[in-house]
Every structure is written in C-alpha cells, then in structure tokens.
C-alpha cells in the first residue's frame, strides 16, 4: 500500500493529469504486487464506470451549456439580472451570483459556469472597482452553485455510484443552492457598501422591461428540464436531450447567434470535455475497485464509525472525507471512488440516502475551489491568465460561506428534503 500512496502522491506534485495519476498508480501496484492479475480486469472496472445509461445524460448537459457559452443566451441573463440590482451596493456582484445560479440550471457544471459567466463579469467588476482577487475569488465560488442547481452533474454522478434516485437530488439541490446564493450576495453587499465600489446608475422600468423580454426565452431552461422531469413528461436523459435541442433552437433561430462553424466547435468541445469526464469516472471505478479487492476500507473504517454509527457521526465523517479528498482530487473522482466504500454503513445507519447525497455533492462544489488542486482554480487560471496564488487570495471567505451551509444541512435538513418530500410523497 505505500507504494500506490507514494505513486499518487508523487505524480499529483509533479502535475499529472489526475486520470495519469489514477490509473498509472493502480498499474504500477498491480505490477508490482498483482502479477497474476491480468490488466484486462482494470480495462473492464473503466467500461463498467462509464456503461451507466444515466450518465447518457452528462455529455447532452455539457453540449447544451456549450451552445450557451458560445452563443447570446449567457449575456442575455447577465443583463436582465444587473437591470434590477446593479445599482444597489454590490450589485455586479449580486448580478455574478444570479446569473451563476441561473446558468447552472443549464450547465450543471461549475468549469462552464467559470467561463461563461466569469468571462463577461470580470471585466465589468474590474472597472467598477472590484480587485482581482475579490473577482476570481468570487467567480470560481460562485459557481459552485451551478454544481447544486438541477441538472447537477455531481448529482447525477453520485446517484449513479450510490443507486440514488436522480430525480430526487435534483430537487434537494435547489434549497442549497438558493441559500449559497443569498449569503454570497449578503456578503459581497456588505464588502461593497464598506469600499463604497461596485454602484451602477439604475435602469429604467423600460430597460428593465427589455431587459426581461430579452431574457425571458432563456428561462426556459429551468422550466423545459426541471418542469420536464418533474411532471413526468421527461426522464432526466430525456431532459438533457431536450435542452440541446432548445439551445439550438433558440441560438440560432431565435437570436441567430450562431454560425455553423461555431455549432461544430461547440460539438468538438463538448467530446473533448465529456471524454475527460468520463475517462475520469471510469477510472475512478478502477480505483474504487481495486482498493475494495485488497480490502482497504475495511482496514479503517470500522475505526472511522465504531460498531454502531448513529446518523450525525456517519453524516460527520463521511462530509468531512469529501471535503478532505476533494482539496486534492477531482470531485468527480471523489464521488466515485468514496461512495461505494461509505455504502454499507450509510445503509446501515439508516442517513437519507438524498440528504446525504446534497452534503457530498456539496462538498464536491467546494473542493473544486479550494486549494490546493480545486479545478475551478486552475480553469480561473487558464482563462484569466492570472497567477496561482491571486486566485486563490480571497477564497476564504467564501468557502466559510460554504462550510456554513454545510452545517445548517446538518441542523435542518429539511433545507433539501422538503421539495424532494413534497413532490415523491416523502
């Protein structure tokens, strides 16, 4: 065992691509201690992660938000939202926020978020004042939203590894990220009224009315996939599908934002993300795998959870394993090679399998922004070219933001389960 501790530590320091990582480990292991196991085994572990037909569904997400991104839809929710609360303190803020939430009821991805939105805020906050700091700090936190906002691919990720209704963390998302929102934007009014920066001169009611004319098509999003699944016209895969044909549609019919050349580059992004995404998974299944054969957990969770874990020490430990592991690895990963090992004793205690499923996707979100290998931090770094530690510099107060709806999920559950409860008769 501490030869595939010392490979992955080793390979992450010196910058490997996390799927490297994984997968060169568990090769290096099997080598070296496994001779007789043929590598065909772990080729299989990698199919069987990425033959779900639930995450059919994740590609179609991505295609859709990558219609947005390259098309009108993303700058249309930008406006309509700076038209009502830009001229109050912290309005572009606020605005980032919003426009962060409502973006990921299409994405369902924090990495599109960062470039969709942070791409047109930036230079707006930047003007108005804002440091740089404080606007990385924000974009790449408040796209933890959209990882919570239906259609979540962490959701959809964690109910395939758990066998968790999709349907049902979709809607126990909703509640989180509403909150996230609020505070962040409490927050980001209560820095901007103390700097005095951030002010913009208030629209009109006909701007305002034009703005939302203007905007109003993109809503359909949210109604189209959450209405969609809900009322029992759509399967979640089916509202994926649906969503990709709305984005073209409304791209390139309605606002004729898009030329063909750019529907081709939004295809050929989509493949390039998806397949990381998926190489990610499957690996993560692989891992999850083999660390299960050689018995691992068994060396070390009985000592996590005693022999009768009630709820709040299961919810405890396994909240704070994820916040742990996702500042080091991608929360994908995370979710994948985690929840399996944590099953059994999360059955066994009786937690609610969807709350549950709220804190770990949640803890997901926050790793992706959190030191030292959140991936948000690095796509910041990518698009903005900005250095490491600049992005990083005022993540704090956010990522305490985060750790404390963390822990109001904890105290008052019903923060998720009331909208899943209400609506499957929980």
């Known amino acids: 065992m501490k030869v595939l501790g010392f490979s992955l530590v080793f390979m992450l320091l010196f910058g490997f691509p996390f799927m490297v990582v994984l997968l060169g480990s568990l ?12 590598f065909t085994v772990l ?78 805020m930036r230079p707006m906050l930047l003007e108005a004042g804002y440091t740089s700091p404080f606007t990385l700090g924000l974009i790449i936190n408040a796209s933890d939203i959209a990882f919570l906002i239906p259609p979540s691919i962490g959701f959809i990720v964690y109910g395939v590894a758990t066998s968790t209704s999709i349907g049902q963390l979709f809607l ?21 009224k103390k700097r005095n920066v951030g002010r913009l001169p208030k629209a009109s009611r006909a ?31 089916e509202a994926a599908a649906a969503a990709v044909a709305y984005a073209l549609a409304l791209e390139t019919l ?33 891992f999850s795998w083999t660390i299960s054969f050689l018995r691992i957990p068994q060396a070390f969770l009985p000592l996590m959870f005693g022999t009768d874990a009630s709820v709040l020490r299961v919810i ?33 205690s009786g937690v609610d399998p969807v709350l549950l499923g709220t804190l770990v996707t949640l803890q997901a979100a926050i790793g992706s922004a959190t030191p030292p290998f959140g991936c948000d931090i690095f796509t910041a770094q990518l698009i903005f070219r900005r250095p490491y530690l600049e992005v990083i510099r005022h993540t704090p107060p956010f990522i305490l933001i985060l750790l404390l709806v963390t822990v109001l999920l904890v105290v008052f559950p019903q923060i998720a389960l009331f909208l899943p409860n209400a609506a499957f008769g929980g």
């Open 316 to 348: 405890v430990v396994v909240v704070v394993s994820y916040f742990v592991a996702c500042m080091f690895v991608d929360p994908i990963v995370a979710i994948y090679v985690l929840s399996p090992i944590f099953q059994p004793y999360v059955v066994q």
């Open 27 to 38: 090769i290096l292991y099997m080598t070296l201690y496994m001779p007789h196991m043929p």
């Open 254 to 286: 309605l606002y004729k934002s898009l030329t063909l050349d750019a529907v081709k580059d939004a295809f050929l992004q989509t493949g390039v993300i998806t397949g990381v995404v998926f190489i990610l998974v499957g690996a993560g299944q692989a």
């Open 43 to 120: 080729v299989q572990q990698v199919l069987t992660g990425v033959t779900p037909p639930a995450l059919v569904c994740v590609p179609m997400f991505i295609l859709a938000a990558s219609l947005m991104t390259a098309g009108e839809a993303a700058g249309k929710l930008i406006r309509m939202v700076k038209a009502f609360v830009g001229h109050i303190p912290g309005g572009l803020p606020i605005t980032t926020n919003a426009s962060c939430t409502l973006f990921g009821s299409v994405s369902g991805s924090t990495q599109a978020t960062v470039a969709a939105i942070g791409g047109t």
């Open 172 to 192: 126990a998302g909703i509640g989180p990220g509403i909150l996230i929102f609020l505070l962040f934007s409490l927050y980001c009014y209560l820095y901007s």
């Open 207 to 237: 701007e305002r009315i034009a703005a939302v004319k203007d905007a109003f098509p993109v809503m359909g999003f949210p109604i189209l996939i959450v209405g969609g699944i809900y009322s029992g016209i759509f399967s979640p895969t």
